[in-house]
Every structure is written in structure tokens, then in C-alpha cells.
């Protein structure tokens, strides 16, 4: 079992829906959790992290943790055809960071 | 401020060669991490590293090195190239450690290395 999981998708979402993006993890000694989005021919840029159980909330993007459950999630609102994408899913344990392999995302006009 | 660049941006190489790449953090930042970006395998830890040292390492071949300069300036090595090493390695630097709090690390466009 992979310490990180997340589907590759590609997911197609229609302009202004709500889209939702998750990993589920294995190992309980992740501290923090990360999103990244990475756009075609560019490196990944860090979209909001959070460390504890619960909501965290930036713009349009809202990140959720659930510990007990060992799954995360990524909620973006109002999408736009800018946000058409990868996103990765990232937590740190012992020094090293470990990324999910990248959900693509096609939000359509 | 400038971003964290890298050198070269593309890279085509044969079978049994070897390759640097180079990574040129924010100013400042002292940290740098590199990465491996394949499709089947996502972005892997290859290593991280801090004033001069390398402070951890992913679980890569020998044939995968790197060092870091006194002006924080990095480079990766790849010996002895397989078709495999074919990927988009990407460095990225922040301040201090790239553990705990993650808002500083940023990430360079990558070389894209294709191994014929």
C-alpha cells in the first residue's frame, strides 16, 4: 500500500462548479498537509497546507483534514478555466516530504 | 524577487552518459530539495540540501548525486543514464529546513530529461 494515494483522474468539471479533490493516506505520523497545483510545463506552486483536523479556508479553495479517517481533501468553489490543472496532495513525516501522484483537472467553459 | 531557475530547461541525452543539471534558489534560501517527476511514479524525494550538506536522502541509486555550493547554488548528477531517468526533475528552495511549516518552498519549471 502506498503511503499516499490519489486518483489520477482526469476529471472534467463544468465552469463554476464545486470541485472536490482527495488523497487518503497510510501512515498517522504526517504532520502537515499540503496542496499544490502544478500547470502544464511549470514546477508545482504550494496552495495552502494545514496541520490539524478541521477547515481551512483561502478564496475560493477550502482544505479539510480528517485524521481519524486519514483522508484530505481540497474543495474549490466557483470554478474557472484557470484552474484547469494538477493537483497534488503532499504531507511531511521524518524529513521528507511525500506527494500523491496528481489529480488533473479540466474545468470546462 | 527572482523565482528558483534551472538549468537546463530541456536535455536530451543517450544511454550510458551521464548529465548535471543545475538549480539556482530564491536569494537567500539555503535549502534545496530536488525531485523526480515521472508519470507512473508522481513526484519522488531524491534529496535535500542545507548549507552545503546533504541533510536526507530519497531511495535512489548511487548513480544519482548531487552537492551544493557556498552561494546555496545546486547540481544533480545522473550516471550512467537509463531509459528510466527519463522524467522532469524539479528543485526546490526555501529559508531553512523543507520540513515543518511548508509556506516557503518553491519550486523551479524543471529540466525535462529525455534518455534515448
Known amino acids: 500500500q502506498k503511503e499516499v494515494e490519489q486518483d489520477p483522474g482526469p476529471l472534467s468539471v463544468p465552469e463554476g462548479a464545486i470541485v472536490s479533490l482527495n488523497c487518503t493516506y497510510s501512515n498517522s505520523a504526517f504532520q502537515y498537509f499540503m496542496w499544490y497545483r502544478q500547470y502544464s510545463r511549470k514546477g508545482p506552486e504550494l496552495l495552502m497546507y494545514?496541520?490539524?483536523?478541521g477547515n481551512k479556508e483561502d478564496g475560493r479553495f477550502t482544505a479539510q483534514v480528517d485524521k481519524s479517517s486519514k483522508y484530505i481533501s481540497l474543495f474549490i468553489r466557483d470554478s474557472q478555466p484557470s484552474d484547469s490543472a494538477t493537483y497534488l496532495c503532499a504531507m511531511n513525516r521524518d524529513d521528507k516530504i511525500i506527494f500523491g501522484k496528481g489529480t488533473r483537472l479540466h474545468i470546462l467553459p | 524577487k527572482a523565482g528558483v531557475t534551472q538549468t537546463p530547461r530541456y536535455l536530451i541525452k543517450t544511454r550510458g552518459q551521464q548529465v548535471t543539471l543545475s538549480c539556482s534558489p530564491i536569494s537567500g534560501h539555503r535549502s534545496v530539495s530536488w525531485y523526480q517527476q515521472t508519470p507512473g511514479q508522481g513526484l519522488q524525494f531524491l534529496f535535500e540540501y542545507f548549507s552545503e550538506t546533504q541533510r536526507n536522502k530519497g531511495n535512489f541509486p548511487g548513480r544519482f548525486s548531487g552537492r551544493q555550493f557556498s552561494n546555496s547554488r545546486s547540481e544533480m548528477n545522473v550516471s550512467t543514464l537509463e531509459l528510466g531517468d527519463s522524467a522532469l526533475y524539479l528543485c526546490?528552495?526555501?529559508?531553512?529546513?523543507?520540513?515543518?511549516?511548508?509556506?516557503?518552498?518553491?519550486f523551479g519549471p524543471g529540466t525535462r530529461l529525455t534518455v534515448t
Open positions: 494545514t496541520y490539524s483536523s
Open positions: 526546490a528552495s526555501s529559508l531553512q529546513r523543507h520540513t515543518g511549516p511548508p509556506d516557503e518552498q518553491y
